[in-house]
């Protein structure tokens, strides 16, 4: 089994080959390359330095968000156009379950986070080893973070290169609770996105086409639109 | 990437730069071999316009089933087509992301060359899916967008000789549609209600100075809107079927005018009519009237191939290809992008 992985939620990028559970190539990185100029060129290099063609692919592993809503799009769509022309299953990985996957060794809660701009995050807990979702993946306000963080009463280890965006606050309210994963675990990686994606079932070829982001969060102009109408119904 | 000759002349071409997803396939610049596009307009009609993300969004939901029904409907193969185009810009970025990608992931997997076209050479080229463009030549193009002159010297050869400096021809057609009430996108209504009978409410032409190509339709809609609402304090109902008849008249003669100066100052030998307005019932009539007498060949696609299409954007790409034009795996969307000659 050749898989390919692709990661592009957020400012960083990778992508990976993994072939009958090793490690064959991956490229990580994190600088301000749009993932539009960036992402398809990785991928031709990834599978260059793997020796293998497009058409080696198995199956394909995708972060399907949440994350910069464009970043996310950007990899969905490369990832679906490739896994519909080749006709091979596509998995979709939650960007947050990957990036906790880089602790998993780490037995005891992992929350993972991106900024979402306005102290908001995207943002879940999962249980180390087992990375089984304790809070499932959603956006919050810091401070709701925060709280319900509090209310868990446990060391927490934190992971993401945004952490360090909130780790003042986060310090603030958890106090010794609160850990900071090593820097060299902070960035998501194509090939947790595999790993974790190894774990379900694969999808039929067929289903590729309905395959959607998740963004976990609505479209601001829906938002309003639903609020105003809820308003005319008071009316 | 891929041989760089055509085998069958098959170029696949993707389109998504606005509110529609649409793929097409496209033999030798001017045959359409399928023509698919899913519209999103449904979904934007209750915000009134076109809202980016949601665009974004529907882009990447449809993008492989377009794609598909594109090829499934041609009945070929990936292995048939010779190129992979798509539109490089202008447009909404998030939306054009959408197309570009899926054109580098499929000319990747397929061993396919790939061409980023101009959305506007795109509208100005389904011209040439109905009869083959003749040199030199003019093309109004007037969509949601643009307003723009372009004289064309030679295949891939734009100057653009006038051009609006506010609003485009669609906008203002959207805007005054909405000062009427009328459900988006307006044009086609407004369209609609200025065939009524009656008469016509009178508003101001914008001819600019004397030599310009350029337009100006803010002025016009300003004058519609300050219409009703003098109507409005004064307590009367407006008809709308004067206001659209009396604005699609002043926007109709202008276009006409800067268009038939331009066709005899360049002398050229065809004037062609391009973008969603070009699908103006209106326009379309004193556009022929007016080239007729002149005995210029005037020409102006089917409506289908007016508004946003990917059957265009293949159309655009076959010259380009032929040119040796080739784009690469960084291709990255232009939403500002300048519609430049590539000859
Ligand atoms: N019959 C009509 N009369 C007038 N305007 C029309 C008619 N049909 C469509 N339109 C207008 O055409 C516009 C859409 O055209 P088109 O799809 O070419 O624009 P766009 O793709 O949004 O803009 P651009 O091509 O400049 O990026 C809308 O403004 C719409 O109101
Ligand atoms: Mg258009």
Known sequence: ?????????????????????????????????????????????????????????DVIAVSEGPGSYTGVRIGVTLAKTLAWTLQIPLVGVSSLKALAANATLYNGLICPIFDARRDNVYTAVYQGVTLEALVEDHHAHIADLLERLRALDAPILFVGTDVGLFWDNIVEELGDNAFRAPFSLDLPRATEVIRVGTKVELPSVEATHHFVPQYKRIAEAEANWLKEQKEKEHE | ???????????????????????????????????????????????????????????????????????????????????????????????????????????FANNLPIVGVHHIAGHIYANALVQPMEFPLLALVVSGGHTELVYMKEHGSFEVIGETRDDAAGEAYDKVA???????????????????????????????????????????????????HNMDQRGEAISPAAVAKGFQESVIEVLTAKTLRAAREYQVKQVIAAGGVAANKGLRISLETVFEEEGIPFFVPPLKLCTDNAAMIGAAAMPMFEAGIRGNLMMNGRPGMELKSWV
């Open chain 2, 1 to 107: 990437m891929g041989e760089f000759i055509m085998n069958n002349g098959l170029i696949l071409a993707i389109e998504s730069s606005c509110d529609e997803t649409a793929a097409a396939i496209i033999r030798n610049g001017h045959e359409i071999v399928s023509n698919v596009v899913a519209s999103q307009i449904e979904s934007h009609k209750r915000f009134g316009g076109v809202v980016p993300e949601i665009a974004s969004r529907h882009h990447v939901e449809q993008i492989t089933m377009v794609i598909e029904e594109a090829l499934a409907q041609a009945n070929l193969k990936p292995v048939d087509l010779d190129a992979v185009a798509v539109t490089e810009g202008p447009g909404l970025v998030g939306a054009l992301l959408i197309g570009i990608n899926a054109a580098k992931a499929f000319a």
């Open chain 1, 1 to 57: 089994m050749i898989w390919l992985g692709i990661e592009t939620a957020n400012t960083p990028l990778s992508v990976a080959i993994v072939r009958d559970g090793k490690v064959v190539a991956e490229l990580v990185q994190n600088i301000k390359l749009t993932h539009s100029a960036g992402a398809m060129p990785a991928i031709e290099e990834v599978l260059a330095r793997a020796g293998l063609k497009a058409g080696d692919l």
């Open chain 2, 178 to 228: 909405r000062v009427l009430n009328l459900p988006y996108p307006g044009g086609p209504h407004i369209d609609r209600l200025a065939h009524e009978e009656g008469e016509a409410v009178p508003f101001p032409r914008v001819w600019l100075e004397e030599d310009s190509y350029d337009f100006s339709f803010s002025g016009l809609k300003s004058a519609v809107i300050n219409y009703k």
